[in-house]
């Protein structure tokens, strides 16, 4: 029976190896192993450590940047500049030929007619929390970023306004045909287009005002005014005083006193006073200081707000809104007189608002572009 082979004499680094097999391969005969080195771990010194920190921000600030560029973008608008014209590919005789060139001025002084600025952008702003289901509050909004100044012009609520063939009061045609067919109605009047609406709860109204810690604001009347079916009450002294968003609320709400008296003009006064305080609003809600608020803006504006603006298209409007500042946000009322049951717009001092503030085209508008009713 042949032993079993013998491992020995191991020293370390060599061993040697005997038995039977040794005696084949040379007995004795020592092999060399060879020592395997350690890695020495690379030491980072704090400067490398901070290097490191600081090529990881940076990579994540250009991706963030990136992603908020490919994000926030003007508004995207279909046909700026009208329709194209036709090319022509066929032979005419002269008078086919005369009536074509015809054809082609008159598309060229259309498209010219509605050659559109650049960045600049029409959106119809209604509150619509008012009880009876029409628009409470309607602002034509004109954002003109190349010329950097917002302008918002009040529509009043009873501007006799026709919609669908028969007369209404322009308040109305939010209960007809909600925001697209408020649009529709201002667009036709005015002679200019709406390009976006944004449907706003009064709710979010209070919930801005409180988000900005609230505003001090000047009442311009004294007002005390009870709706026990809307369970609404009015009670404030003329005067200023710091408004909480509830207050404030009630504030731009309010027409006139139990007993009849307060403006004067119920729309038109109540308009005045909410223009002045959405212009108070405004300078404090874009003072610097209010840009760590932006998220809270947001989760307002998720909770109360509709609009067919997209996210990036907000941002942007924002963005253009702060860069602006509220020195160069104003307002107004269009211009008219109160025949009951309605308010009758003075053409000629429209179409000078139209075409001063709200106009997006680049030629003036004229008066047969509008369709203000008599």
């Known amino acids: 029976m042949t032993a079993a082979p013998r491992f020995a004499h191991c020293h370390g680094p060599a061993f040697r190896f005997d038995g039977p ?23 980072i010194s704090p400067l490398q450590r901070r290097l490191m920190a600081l090529v990881i921000i940076l990579s994540v600030f250009v991706g963030l940047t990136l992603t908020y560029k490919a994000i926030v973008r003007p ?8 329709a194209g014209l036709p090319a022509s590919s066929q032979a005419f005789s002269s008078a086919e030929q005369a009536l074509q060139d015809a ?27 008012d009880g009876n289901g029409g628009s409470d509050t309607n602002i034509l909004v004109a954002v ?10 009040n529509i009043p609520r009873d501007t006799k306004s026709r919609i669908n063939g028969k007369n209404y009061k322009f308040n109305a045609a939010y209960n007809l045909g909600g925001m697209e067919q408020a649009a529709e109605t201002l667009s036709g009047q005015l002679g200019i287009p709406v390009d976006y609406t944004v449907e706003v709860s009064l709710k979010a109204f209070s919930a801005l005002v409180d988000a900005i810690g ?35 609320l ?12 307060g403006y004067g003009s119920e729309d038109i006064g109540r308009m005045k006073t909410q223009q002045d305080f959405l212009k108070a609003v405004a300078k404090q809600t874009l003072r ?40 160069n946000v104003n307002f107004s009322t269009l211009p008219g007189e109160w025949h009951s049951p309605y308010i009758y717009l003075n053409a000629d001092e429209v179409l000078g608002i139209v075409n001063e503030y709200l106009n997006p085209y680049v030629e003036d508008r004229v008066l047969a572009d509008l369709n203000i009713l008599s």
Do not use: C
């Not at 092999?31 to 030491?43: G, Y």
């Not at 508004?75 to 500049?81: A, K, M, T």
């Not at 003109?144 to 012009?153: L, M, N």
């Not at 009630?250 to 008296?261: A, L, P």
């Open 103 to 129: 054809d082609q001025l008159a598309l060229a002084a259309k498209a010219a007619h509605s050659a559109r600025k650049s960045d600049f952008y029409t959106i119809l702003v209604s509150g619509v929390d």
């Open 21 to 43: 097999f040794a005696q084949r391969a040379g007995a004795d005969k020592e092999f060399a192993v060879p020592m395997v080195k350690k890695r020495r771990r690379r030491h």
């Open 214 to 248: 609230g505003v001090d604001f000047n009442i311009p009347v004294n007002m005390d005014y009870d709706d026990p079916i809307q369970n609404l009450s009015i009670h404030f002294t003329a005067g200023t005083r710091h408004l909480t968003g509830a207050e404030a």
């Open 288 to 327: 610097p200081a209010n840009l760590t608020k932006v998220s809270q803006f947001a989760k307002i504006f998720q909770q109360y707000v509709k609009t067919d603006l997209e996210l990036g298209e907000l941002a942007w409007l924002g963005q253009e809104a702060f860069s602006m500042g509220a020195d």
């Open 144 to 153: 003109d970023a190349g010329a950097g100044r917002i302008y918002g012009v």
């Open 250 to 261: 009630k504030v731009v709400r309010f027409r006139h006193n139990n007993d009849g008296t």
């Open 75 to 82: 508004p995207q608008l279909e046909g700026e500049n009208g």
